[in-house]
C-alpha cells in the first residue's frame, strides 16, 4: 500500500469520525447553541454542526434595536431551527420561535401538575381580564378572578394574582387561568389548619359575613362560626344588627365546636362579665325589672342585662288569671321578690304579688299607736285606691 493510500484512507477516517460526532438536526428541532460572535444584523451561532447558525436581527428586535444588548459571545441559548440552508450554507435559526416553545412547554407543565404562578392583570375586557405570561396571551373569565364576589373587575388592574390553568389548547393559543381555584385550595388548607389548631374557650378574630334571625355568622379564616343571639350580647338581643352588622371584625370565643358536622359554636360576649358570677342579690330582695317575655305558664323577667328569672302565673297576681298577658306586657316595668336562687342552674323564682305585699309590710311599725294606726289605713287606702 503506497504513502497516498494511506494518507486517503486516513483522511476517510477523520471525515468519518467529524460526521459522527455531529449530531444531525432537522427543520422544526429547538437545539443548544453557544454565541460565537454579534455583527449589527446578525447573531452566530455555534450548534455543533458541520456549519454554523445565523439568527437575524428581526428575529430578536427591531430594526432600531441593538443585537449587543441582548447577546455576547459565550453565551449558551435555546434555538430553532428554521431551515438548514440559507443558500450560502448557513443554518437559519430563531430565538424567537425558541423562546416561544420553551413558554408552551413550560405551560404545558404548569396545567399537568396543577401548579400555580403569578401573573399581573394587564387590562379589563368584556367576560374577563387579560394577562401575560412570558408574553404569552392568558384570559381569566370573571367568574374566576375569586371565590367571593367580584363588583369591580377594573380593581385588578396592574394586580398580581397567583393562578392555575383550567384550559390548555395549544393549537388554538388558548389559556384560561382561574384565581378561584387558588384560593379554594388556600380554604381547605386554612380550613385543615383551623379545624387541628381549634381550642374550647380560646379567643378569635373573625369577621362576620352573614346575619340571620337567630344569631350572626363569623369567618374564622375558611370556616365560618355561628354566633347565636343569646351569645351576642349579656341583654336580651332579638336581632343579631342590635349587636353587629356584615364586615365587622369581632373578637369571640370558641364555645364549643363539632368536626364531624362542621359546626362551631361561638360568643361575642365577655365571660369575665357575666352578672352570675357576681350576683348582688339575695332571696326576699325586692327589685324593679323589667317583662321581656310572657310564657302561657309565666313571665321572664329582667333585673339587669344577662340576669333574668321566672315569675310563676301563680306569682303574678292575687287574682286568678289564665295566663300572664291579662295583665302583663312585654317592656311593662314590675316590682318583684326573689323567691328562691340556683346559681348552678342560673335560675330565679320571682313574684310579683309578693313584692305588692312587701310595699304594704314596710310600714307595719306604724301599728304601734293610733296615730300610727291612722297613718297606716291611709297609706293602705291610698295604695289600694292607686292599684
Known amino acids: 500500500m503506497t504513502n497516498n493510500n494511506l494518507e486517503?484512507?486516513?483522511?476517510?477516517?477523520?471525515?468519518?469520525?467529524?460526521?459522527?460526532?455531529?449530531k444531525p438536526i432537522?427543520?422544526?428541532?429547538?437545539i443548544d447553541g453557544e454565541v460565537i460572535s454579534i455583527t449589527d444584523s446578525e447573531v452566530l451561532v455555534n450548534i455543533g454542526y458541520i456549519t454554523d447558525g445565523i439568527i437575524k436581527k428581526t428575529d430578536v428586535c427591531d430594526e432600531e434595536g441593538n443585537l449587543k444588548e441582548f447577546f455576547k459571545p459565550g453565551d449558551k441559548i435555546k434555538v430553532y431551527v428554521v431551515k438548514l440552508n440559507d443558500g450560502e450554507g448557513n443554518v437559519v435559526?430563531?430565538?424567537?420561535?425558541?423562546?416561544?416553545i420553551i413558554v408552551w412547554n413550560e405551560l404545558k407543565k404548569l396545567f399537568n401538575e396543577g401548579a400555580t404562578f403569578e401573573v399581573k392583570v394587564h387590562e379589563i375586557v368584556k367576560g374577563g381580564a387579560i394577562t401575560y405570561f412570558k408574553g404569552v396571551r392568558a384570559f381569566i373569565p370573571a367568574s374566576h378572578m375569586s371565590n367571593s364576589f367580584v363588583k369591580n373587575l377594573n380593581d385588578y388592574i396592574n394586580k398580581m394574582l397567583k393562578v392555575k390553568i383550567i384550559e390548555f389548547d395549544k393549537e388554538?393559543?388558548?389559556?384560561v387561568l382561574s384565581r378561584k381555584e387558588v384560593e379554594k385550595g388556600e380554604i381547605e388548607i386554612k380550613k385543615k389548619?383551623?379545624?387541628?389548631?381549634?381550642k374550647k374557650g380560646e379567643k378569635?378574630?373573625?369577621?362576620?359575613?352573614?346575619?340571620?334571625?337567630?344569631?350572626?355568622f363569623v369567618d374564622l379564616g375558611g370556616i365560618d362560626g355561628l354566633i347565636h343571639n343569646s351569645d351576642l350580647s349579656w341583654k336580651r338581643v332579638n336581632n343579631p344588627s342590635e349587636v353587629v352588622s356584615i364586615g365587622d371584625k369581632v373578637e369571640v370565643y370558641v364555645l364549643d365546636f363539632n368536626k364531624e358536622?362542621?359546626?362551631?359554636?361561638?360568643?361575642?360576649?365577655?365571660?369575665?362579665e357575666d352578672p352570675w358570677n357576681s350576683l348582688k342579690y339575695k332571696v326576699q330582695d325586692i327589685v324593679e325589672g323589667k317583662v321581656v317575655r310572657l310564657l302561657d305558664f309565666g313571665a321572664v323577667i329582667e333585673m339587669e342585662d344577662g340576669l333574668e328569672g321566672l315569675a310563676h302565673i301563680s306569682e303574678i297576681s292575687e287574682e286568678n288569671i289564665s295566663k300572664p298577658s291579662q295583665i302583663l306586657n312585654i317592656g311593662d316595668k314590675v316590682k318583684v321578690k326573689i323567691l328562691d336562687i340556683k346559681e348552678d342552674d342560673r335560675k330565679m323564682s320571682l313574684s310579683i304579688k309578693d313584692a305588692s305585699k312587701g310595699s304594704l309590710e314596710d310600714y307595719s311599725k306604724y301599728n304601734d299607736s293610733d296615730e300610727g294606726n291612722?297613718?297606716?289605713?291611709?297609706l293602705l287606702k291610698n295604695f289600694k285606691d292607686n292599684k
Open 204 to 216: 378569635r378574630t373573625g369577621i362576620v359575613r352573614r346575619l340571620v334571625k337567630f344569631g350572626a
Open 8 to 22: 486517503e484512507k486516513s483522511m476517510s477516517e477523520i471525515m468519518d469520525e467529524i460526521d459522527k460526532s455531529m
Open 26 to 30: 432537522y427543520s422544526g428541532d429547538l
Open 261 to 272: 358536622n362542621g359546626k362551631i359554636s361561638l360568643g361575642l360576649k365577655d365571660v369575665e
Open 193 to 198: 389548619d383551623l379545624w387541628q389548631s381549634l
Open 93 to 100: 435559526l430563531s430565538k424567537k420561535k425558541a423562546d416561544e
Open 374 to 378: 291612722f297613718i297606716f289605713a291611709e
Open 172 to 175: 388554538k393559543n388558548k389559556i
